[in-house]
């Protein structure tokens, strides 16, 4: 049976607590729940684009008054709460825009960015299936996820759920921004 | 309410990693006092850790391995490690470990710290350990490195944020720096493949 195909960005499986950081009311994108989040140099964050190091994933969302948000839109400035840890690992969809088999297993692949929804915060970035290499990319995969996708046993192949972790976290770059 | 300036090195604010016993030698140059940084040398032995130096990661505690104490000539029981005390040194070496350190005063003409210089790089000012309390005095170099010039240089540590607490804020008055930030240790010994 089909995987189903149900984008909803990055879910966090393991990894330490998230920090707080700040979003500010000139970025171009909306933010929800499950986008990629990289620092810009004014040190404020933005959703992360496909390609390019990126600091984390959003756990959650608050407005500048405390009041938690499932979304802050490009103009609106608020608190990110970010799991910006290295070593996390994520549930996250193929885009089923490539070749998804057992040998992408391994590889590193980039993100694919979209708008979240606005009426239920639910983020819509997946996994870019037609950028399966092992060159450098933005999270490296690790291995199938093991469950029940909506009611189709997940199975390797287009929009198969995917463990992945970051590979072009900021943080693991002794470089800064 | 300008923040104080009361430099007492690195505070750890995360769960962390089991952290580890180290040897230090008795030549070092320099005393090793609690929140310092420190450095593995070739020989194997730890030292305080200077500015420019990587990192191997932040002492939690010291001993001596004779009598799990530090005594001075007088017997009387000190809480850092002297220069030339053999000893160990517990350290907090996990890699992804957060701490809290206060940058350095604010000299006219350079750049004050502020939100910008989260995710930007410095390196520390690695002042000796006050010998009444046994309290390191590292703070960030922020005022000897221009961080606006070339954000992306290699250097000690990586600004994540500014530590949430009363009367710490960024300012840009003459008198007003001393922020506390936390950071992460960017040129850590044990986040390169490379060996010492």
């Given amino acids: 049976m089909a995987n189903h195909d149900n984008p909803h960005g990055f879910t966090k499986i393991s990894g330490r607590a998230p920090v707080w950081y700040q979003k500010d009311a000139t970025s171009s994108a909306l933010l929800v729940v499950g986008d990629p989040v990289k620092v810009e140099t004014d040190g404020y964050v933005v959703r992360a684009a496909a390609g390019g190091v990126f600091r984390g994933v959003i756990e959650a969302l608050k407005s500048t008054t405390g009041k938690v948000v499932n979304q802050l839109g490009a103009a609106v400035a608020g608190n990110v709460s970010v799991c910006d840890d290295p070593d996390a690992t994520y549930k996250a969809q193929d885009n089923a825009g490539g070749t998804c088999n057992q040998a992408c297993v391994g590889t590193n692949a980039d993100f694919i960015v979209a708008n979240g929804d606005t009426l239920t915060g639910k983020s819509a970035c997946e996994i870019d299936g037609s950028t399966y290499a092992n060159t450098a990319a933005q999270v490296r995969i690790v291995e199938l996820w093991k469950g029940i996708d909506g009611n189709t046993i997940n199975a390797v192949g287009n929009h198969c759920e995917w463990v992945v972790t970051p590979n072009e976290s900021d943080l693991k770059s002794t470089t800064g921004i | ?196």
């Avoid at chain 2, 309410?1 to 070092?28: E, L, V």
């Avoid at chain 2, 954000?151 to 530590?163: D, E, K, M």
């Fill in chain 2, 1 to 196: 309410m300008d923040n104080i300036d009361r430099p007492n090195g690195f505070t750890c604010i995360t769960p962390h990693a089991k952290a580890h016993w180290y040897q230090a030698d008795a030549s070092k140059t320099n005393v090793i006092g609690i929140g310092d940084a420190v450095h593995m040398e070739t020989d194997g032995y730890l030292i305080m850790a200077t500015a420019g130096a990587t990192i191997r990661g932040i002492v939690k505690g010291v001993r001596t391995a004779t009598w799990g104490y530090v005594e001075d000539s007088d017997g009387l029981l000190l809480n850092y490690l002297p220069a030339a005390t053999a000893g160990w040194v517990w350290v907090i070496d996990d890699p992804r470990a957060r701490f809290v350190i206060q940058t350095d005063g604010y000299t006219t003409g350079t750049t004050s710290v502020a939100k910008s210089c989260e995710g930007s790089n410095f390196d520390i000012l690695a002042t000796t350990c006050d010998t009444s309390t046994g309290r390191s005095k590292h703070e960030i170099d922020a005022d000897g490195d221009s961080y606006v010039a070339d954000p992306t240089l290699t250097r000690q540590l990586r600004v994540i944020g500014l530590y949430d607490a009363p009367n710490n804020a960024y300012s840009t008055s003459s008198d007003g720096q001393w922020t506390r930030l936390e950071v992460e240790i960017n040129e850590h010994e044990l986040k390169t493949t490379s060996g010492i």
